[in-house]
């Protein structure tokens, strides 16, 4: 299984674009890039899922280059209640859809 | 659509008593899954349940630990006895999408609140 890692923790201010950048060096062939949030005192909530190139939905985009080896999450105009932890995940189908935990990135978003 | 539940939200029993923890999935959902995390760790994974089947308890640390699901739909958790390294937070999560092979497949999981374990 790929391992990630990201940075443990990430200030920022009310407004402002967070780019949290997660490396995957080991990433296999069939492995799925996806993100997850976590506010204190609730479950992980999904963001967002990727393979290659560029994923964006309503709450986030997610860039992969062509490598694969790395991805980031973007988080545009960042406020307040976007002060979580972050977790990249990275697994293959072939792992029945269980979830591999990191130890996420702290984000901190001030005013 | 209700959430994903979890019953209780906090639990605290003495070391060797029983606990037994329930969750309550997405309707529908036949993908159920419990992780927990013990202080200053990780998420662990635990097990994954199809339906009412086992499919993957690779993570069940030891017998002390049983999880069911019977009739696919709520499942429990029971410590027995409990020790005091199983404090931690249980999460439950479910998911609709079962596993159809390459670049198909959705990591998408609704996770529960958890539920709070203290053994003292």
């Known amino acids: 299984l790929a391992k990630t890692t990201q940075p443990i923790s990430m200030d920022s201010y009310e407004g402002q674009e967070v780019n949290i950048t997660c490396s995957h060096n080991n990433i296999a062939t069939n492995d799925y890039i996806t993100w997850y949030q976590q506010f204190p005192s609730q479950g992980p909530r999904f963001i967002i899922q990727?393979?290659?190139t560029k994923v964006t939905n309503e709450v986030a985009s997610l860039f992969i280059p062509a490598d694969r080896k790395s991805s980031t999450l973007s988080l545009p105009r960042v406020s307040l209640s976007d002060t979580a932890v972050y977790y990249c995940l990275v697994g293959g189908y072939n792992q029945g859809g269980k979830l591999i935990f990191g130890q996420g990135t702290e984000l901190s978003v001030k005013p | 659509e209700a959430g994903v539940t979890q019953f209780p939200s906090h639990s605290v029993i003495e070391k060797g008593q029983t606990v037994t923890l329930r969750c309550d999935p997405i309707?529908?959902?036949?993908?159920l899954y419990w992780y927990r995390r013990v202080m200053g760790k990780e998420i662990k994974f635990l097990l994954h349940?199809?339906?009412?089947?086992?499919?993957?308890e690779s993570g069940m640390p030891n017998n002390r630990f049983l999880a069911e699901r019977t009739g696919g739909t709520y499942s429990t958790l029971k410590v027995q006895p409990a020790e005091l390294e199983d404090s931690g937070v249980y999460f439950c999560?479910?998911?609709?999408?079962?596993?159809?092979?390459?670049?198909?497949?959705?990591?998408?999981?609704?996770f529960g609140p958890g539920t709070r374990l203290t053994v003292t």
């Open positions: 990727g393979y290659k």
């Open positions: 309707s529908g959902h036949d993908n």
């Open positions: 999560a479910s998911s609709p999408h079962t596993r159809e092979g390459p670049f198909t497949v959705s990591y998408e999981q609704y």
């Open positions: 349940f199809v339906k009412e089947s086992k499919q993957d």
